[in-house]
Protein backbone atom coordinates (compact mmCIF):
# COMPACT_ATOMS: atom_id res chain seq x y z
CA UNK A 1 0.00 0.00 0.00
CA UNK A 2 2.81 2.03 0.14
CA UNK A 3 3.13 2.82 -3.47
CA UNK A 4 -0.66 3.98 -3.51
CA UNK A 5 -0.32 6.85 -0.77
CA UNK A 6 2.39 9.03 -2.48
CA UNK A 7 0.44 8.82 -6.08
CA UNK A 8 -3.09 9.61 -4.32
CA UNK A 9 -1.34 12.40 -2.28
CA UNK A 10 0.28 13.97 -5.96
CA UNK A 11 -3.03 13.73 -6.86
CA UNK A 12 -5.10 16.25 -4.44
CA UNK A 13 -1.62 18.31 -4.51
CA UNK A 14 -2.92 18.48 -7.93
CA UNK A 15 -5.83 19.95 -7.18
CA UNK A 16 -5.06 22.02 -4.74
CA UNK A 17 -2.62 23.94 -6.90
CA UNK A 18 -5.15 24.60 -9.76
CA UNK A 19 -8.44 25.39 -7.40
CA UNK A 20 -7.06 27.02 -4.35
CA UNK A 21 -5.62 30.50 -4.28
CA UNK A 22 -4.08 31.08 -1.27
CA UNK A 23 -0.78 28.50 0.11
CA UNK A 24 -2.77 25.96 2.21
CA UNK A 25 -0.16 23.83 4.36
CA UNK A 26 -0.93 20.48 4.29
CA UNK A 27 -1.81 19.15 7.96
CA UNK A 28 0.52 16.82 9.69
CA UNK A 29 -1.15 14.48 11.54
CA UNK A 30 0.24 11.32 14.31
CA UNK A 31 -0.64 7.79 13.37
CA UNK A 32 -3.51 7.06 15.13
CA UNK A 33 -3.40 3.56 17.06
CA UNK A 34 -5.43 0.33 16.43
CA UNK A 35 -7.62 1.02 19.57
CA UNK A 36 -8.45 4.87 18.53
CA UNK A 37 -9.37 4.16 15.21
CA UNK A 38 -11.98 1.39 16.47
CA UNK A 39 -13.34 3.88 18.94
CA UNK A 40 -13.55 6.59 16.18
CA UNK A 41 -15.15 4.10 13.65
CA UNK A 42 -17.58 2.54 16.32
CA UNK A 43 -18.80 6.44 17.16
CA UNK A 44 -19.25 6.62 13.48
CA UNK A 45 -21.34 4.41 12.78
CA UNK A 46 -23.19 5.21 16.33
CA UNK A 47 -24.44 8.43 14.35
CA UNK A 48 -25.58 6.85 11.32
CA UNK A 49 -27.08 3.45 12.83
CA UNK A 50 -30.21 1.62 11.32
CA UNK A 51 -33.28 2.42 12.89
CA UNK A 52 -35.47 0.18 10.22
CA UNK A 53 -38.29 -1.12 12.37
CA UNK A 54 -39.64 -3.76 10.02
CA UNK A 55 -35.90 -5.89 9.96
CA UNK A 56 -33.84 -4.49 13.76
CA UNK A 57 -31.80 -8.05 12.95
CA UNK A 58 -30.63 -6.63 9.38
CA UNK A 59 -26.65 -6.32 9.78
CA UNK A 60 -25.77 -5.64 6.42
CA UNK A 61 -27.49 -2.17 6.55
CA UNK A 62 -24.81 0.67 8.37
CA UNK A 63 -27.01 3.18 8.16
CA UNK A 64 -30.37 4.14 6.19
CA UNK A 65 -31.07 7.68 4.77
CA UNK A 66 -33.67 8.38 7.45
CA UNK A 67 -30.92 7.72 10.54
CA UNK A 68 -29.01 10.46 8.96
CA UNK A 69 -32.47 13.10 9.53
CA UNK A 70 -32.36 15.28 12.42
CA UNK A 71 -35.96 15.11 13.87
CA UNK A 72 -36.37 18.00 16.33
CA UNK A 73 -39.40 18.51 18.36
CA UNK A 74 -39.95 22.06 19.80
CA UNK A 75 -43.19 22.71 21.70
CA UNK A 76 -43.69 26.47 21.34
CA UNK A 77 -46.31 28.75 22.46
CA UNK A 78 -49.02 30.24 19.40
CA UNK A 79 -47.80 32.38 17.27
CA UNK A 80 -48.92 35.98 17.45
CA UNK A 81 -51.31 37.42 14.68
CA UNK A 82 -47.89 39.90 14.07
CA UNK A 83 -45.24 36.93 14.15
CA UNK A 84 -47.88 34.97 11.70
CA UNK A 85 -47.59 38.00 9.14
CA UNK A 86 -44.15 38.29 9.06
CA UNK A 87 -43.77 34.46 8.83
CA UNK A 88 -46.44 34.75 5.81
CA UNK A 89 -43.85 37.55 3.81
CA UNK A 90 -40.37 35.72 4.54
CA UNK A 91 -42.12 32.53 3.09
CA UNK A 92 -43.79 34.39 -0.28
CA UNK A 93 -40.23 36.12 -0.44
CA UNK A 94 -39.03 32.78 -0.46
CA UNK A 95 -40.95 31.06 -2.76
CA UNK A 96 -40.22 34.14 -5.12
CA UNK A 97 -36.62 33.59 -4.60
CA UNK A 98 -36.74 29.79 -5.48
CA UNK A 99 -38.58 30.45 -8.86
CA UNK A 100 -36.06 32.85 -9.70
CA UNK A 101 -33.11 31.27 -8.83
CA UNK A 102 -33.38 27.03 -8.76
CA UNK A 103 -31.52 25.24 -5.94
CA UNK A 104 -29.97 22.07 -6.35
CA UNK A 105 -29.28 22.18 -10.05
CA UNK A 106 -26.53 23.38 -12.40
CA UNK A 107 -27.59 25.25 -15.45
CA UNK A 108 -26.68 24.41 -18.49
CA UNK A 109 -26.45 25.88 -21.83
CA UNK A 110 -25.72 23.78 -25.26
CA UNK A 111 -24.20 21.04 -23.03
CA UNK A 112 -21.52 23.36 -21.34
CA UNK A 113 -21.63 24.42 -17.27
CA UNK A 114 -22.13 27.62 -16.80
CA UNK A 115 -22.55 28.16 -12.94
CA UNK A 116 -22.89 26.22 -10.42
CA UNK A 117 -26.12 27.22 -8.41
CA UNK A 118 -25.79 27.36 -4.31
CA UNK A 119 -27.36 24.75 -3.01
CA UNK A 120 -28.75 25.30 0.94
CA UNK A 121 -26.69 23.12 3.17
CA UNK A 122 -24.22 25.66 2.27
CA UNK A 123 -25.55 28.58 3.71
CA UNK A 124 -24.92 27.18 7.24
CA UNK A 125 -23.11 24.61 9.31
CA UNK A 126 -23.34 21.18 8.21
CA UNK A 127 -22.19 17.73 8.12
CA UNK A 128 -19.95 16.07 6.01
CA UNK A 129 -19.17 11.81 5.96
CA UNK A 130 -15.29 11.16 5.31
CA UNK A 131 -14.01 7.92 3.66
CA UNK A 132 -11.11 7.29 2.08
CA UNK A 133 -9.84 5.11 -0.80
CA UNK A 134 -6.22 4.11 -1.24
CA UNK A 135 -5.15 6.58 1.25
CA UNK A 136 -7.02 9.73 -0.55
CA UNK A 137 -9.99 11.04 1.55
CA UNK A 138 -13.09 12.11 0.20
CA UNK A 139 -16.23 13.77 1.74
CA UNK A 140 -19.63 13.79 1.09
CA UNK A 141 -22.09 15.83 2.78
CA UNK A 142 -24.75 14.03 4.70
CA UNK A 143 -27.87 15.02 3.14
CA UNK A 144 -26.66 13.80 -0.05
CA UNK A 145 -25.96 10.49 1.15
CA UNK A 146 -28.16 7.90 0.53
CA UNK A 147 -26.59 5.35 2.94
CA UNK A 148 -23.89 2.89 3.73
CA UNK A 149 -24.15 -1.30 3.17
CA UNK A 150 -21.59 -3.60 3.34
CA UNK A 151 -19.42 -4.82 0.23
CA UNK A 152 -21.26 -7.80 -1.09
CA UNK A 153 -20.65 -9.70 -4.56
CA UNK A 154 -21.02 -7.57 -7.80
CA UNK A 155 -21.71 -9.13 -11.01
CA UNK A 156 -19.88 -7.76 -13.70
CA UNK A 157 -21.56 -6.41 -16.96
CA UNK A 158 -20.45 -6.59 -20.45
CA UNK A 159 -19.05 -3.26 -22.17
CA UNK A 160 -19.22 -1.54 -18.97
CA UNK A 161 -15.73 1.17 -18.49
CA UNK A 162 -13.53 -0.06 -15.88
CA UNK A 163 -14.69 1.85 -13.08
CA UNK A 164 -18.12 -0.30 -12.98
CA UNK A 165 -17.27 -2.57 -10.72
CA UNK A 166 -20.48 -4.11 -11.34
CA UNK A 167 -24.61 -4.59 -9.71
CA UNK A 168 -24.64 -5.59 -6.23
CA UNK A 169 -28.22 -6.61 -5.28
CA UNK A 170 -29.64 -4.76 -1.73
CA UNK A 171 -32.90 -6.37 -0.54
CA UNK A 172 -34.33 -6.91 -4.13
CA UNK A 173 -32.64 -3.26 -5.45
CA UNK A 174 -30.15 -3.48 -8.13
CA UNK A 175 -27.09 -1.07 -6.40
CA UNK A 176 -24.12 0.03 -9.24
CA UNK A 177 -21.30 -0.11 -7.76
CA UNK A 178 -18.11 2.51 -8.94
CA UNK A 179 -14.68 1.33 -8.59
CA UNK A 180 -13.97 4.74 -6.58
CA UNK A 181 -9.98 4.50 -7.37
CA UNK A 182 -10.46 3.43 -11.02
CA UNK A 183 -12.92 6.75 -11.31
CA UNK A 184 -11.09 9.12 -9.39
CA UNK A 185 -7.45 8.33 -10.39
CA UNK A 186 -7.63 5.73 -13.43
CA UNK A 187 -3.93 6.89 -14.24
CA UNK A 188 -2.69 5.99 -10.46
CA UNK A 189 -4.02 2.80 -10.52
CA UNK A 190 -1.09 0.19 -11.39
CA UNK A 191 -1.76 -3.50 -10.90
CA UNK A 192 -0.01 -3.19 -7.09
CA UNK A 193 -2.57 -0.55 -6.16
CA UNK A 194 -6.03 -2.16 -7.56
CA UNK A 195 -4.24 -5.56 -5.37
CA UNK A 196 -3.95 -3.32 -2.61
CA UNK A 197 -7.72 -2.01 -2.28
CA UNK A 198 -9.60 -3.52 0.56
CA UNK A 199 -13.26 -2.41 -0.14
CA UNK A 200 -15.66 -2.78 2.85
CA UNK A 201 -18.14 -0.31 2.06
CA UNK A 202 -20.76 1.37 -0.37
CA UNK A 203 -21.68 4.77 0.17
CA UNK A 204 -25.03 5.22 -2.05
CA UNK A 205 -25.30 8.92 -3.68
CA UNK A 206 -28.62 10.54 -2.62
CA UNK A 207 -31.47 8.69 -4.07
CA UNK A 208 -29.88 7.20 -7.06
CA UNK A 209 -29.13 3.31 -7.67
CA UNK A 210 -24.98 4.45 -7.72
CA UNK A 211 -22.61 3.43 -4.83
CA UNK A 212 -19.01 4.33 -4.27
CA UNK A 213 -17.07 1.59 -2.91
CA UNK A 214 -14.78 3.14 0.24
CA UNK A 215 -12.15 1.54 2.17
CA UNK A 216 -12.64 3.06 5.65
CA UNK A 217 -15.38 5.28 7.24
CA UNK A 218 -12.89 7.83 9.13
CA UNK A 219 -15.81 10.16 10.60
CA UNK A 220 -17.81 12.67 10.21
CA UNK A 221 -17.32 16.31 11.15
CA UNK A 222 -19.60 19.59 11.19
CA UNK A 223 -18.23 22.23 8.61
CA UNK A 224 -18.49 25.83 8.24
CA UNK A 225 -18.98 27.62 4.44
CA UNK A 226 -16.06 29.15 5.53
CA UNK A 227 -13.80 25.60 6.40
CA UNK A 228 -14.36 25.01 2.38
CA UNK A 229 -13.12 26.34 -1.26
CA UNK A 230 -16.09 26.42 -2.78
CA UNK A 231 -16.33 25.65 -6.60
CA UNK A 232 -19.22 28.36 -8.01
CA UNK A 233 -17.31 29.23 -11.06
CA UNK A 234 -17.48 27.28 -14.46
CA UNK A 235 -15.17 23.88 -13.16
CA UNK A 236 -13.66 20.90 -15.63
CA UNK A 237 -14.62 19.33 -12.50
CA UNK A 238 -17.89 19.59 -12.03
CA UNK A 239 -18.29 16.73 -9.61
CA UNK A 240 -16.07 18.27 -7.06
CA UNK A 241 -18.45 20.91 -5.00
CA UNK A 242 -15.06 21.92 -3.34
CA UNK A 243 -12.37 21.29 -1.34
CA UNK A 244 -12.15 21.01 2.37
CA UNK A 245 -8.96 23.36 3.31
CA UNK A 246 -8.02 22.17 6.97
CA UNK A 247 -7.99 18.38 5.45
CA UNK A 248 -7.28 19.42 2.02
CA UNK A 249 -9.81 16.59 0.59
CA UNK A 250 -12.33 16.33 -1.94
CA UNK A 251 -16.10 17.41 -1.21
CA UNK A 252 -18.41 16.21 -3.82
CA UNK A 253 -21.03 17.58 -5.78
CA UNK A 254 -23.13 14.34 -5.23
CA UNK A 255 -25.68 16.00 -7.83
CA UNK A 256 -23.11 16.25 -10.68
CA UNK A 257 -21.25 13.41 -10.42
CA UNK A 258 -24.54 11.14 -10.45
CA UNK A 259 -25.10 12.78 -13.55
CA UNK A 260 -21.30 11.71 -14.93
CA UNK A 261 -21.98 8.69 -13.92
CA UNK A 262 -25.43 8.27 -15.72
CA UNK A 263 -24.14 9.28 -18.58
CA UNK A 264 -21.31 6.74 -18.67
CA UNK A 265 -18.49 9.72 -18.50
CA UNK A 266 -15.01 9.12 -16.43
CA UNK A 267 -13.77 12.16 -14.49
CA UNK A 268 -12.40 13.83 -17.05
CA UNK A 269 -16.25 13.81 -18.67
CA UNK A 270 -15.13 11.68 -21.46
CA UNK A 271 -17.60 8.44 -22.40
CA UNK A 272 -15.96 5.21 -21.32
Known sequence: MSDSLPASKKLMQNYLSELLTEDIVEPKLSPLNETKEKDKLEKLLQKVSVTEQHDEKAADVIVSRKSLQK???????PASPQVIAKQTKVKTAIKQVDKAEPKLETRKSQGEILVKVEKDYRKASFQAMFFDVAGLVIAVPLVELGGIHNVDSTTRLLGK???FKGVMVHREENINVVDTA????????NESLVESLDYQYVIMLSNS?????AENLVDTVTLEPEDVKWLD????????????????CALLDVEQLIQLLNDGMNIEQIES
Request: include cysteine; hydrophobic fraction near 40%; charged fraction near 20%.
Open 161 to 163: PQW
Open 209 to 213: SWGLL
Open 182 to 189: QWVMPEKC
Open 233 to 248: APSKRPWLAGLVKERM
Open 71 to 77: TTQQVTQ
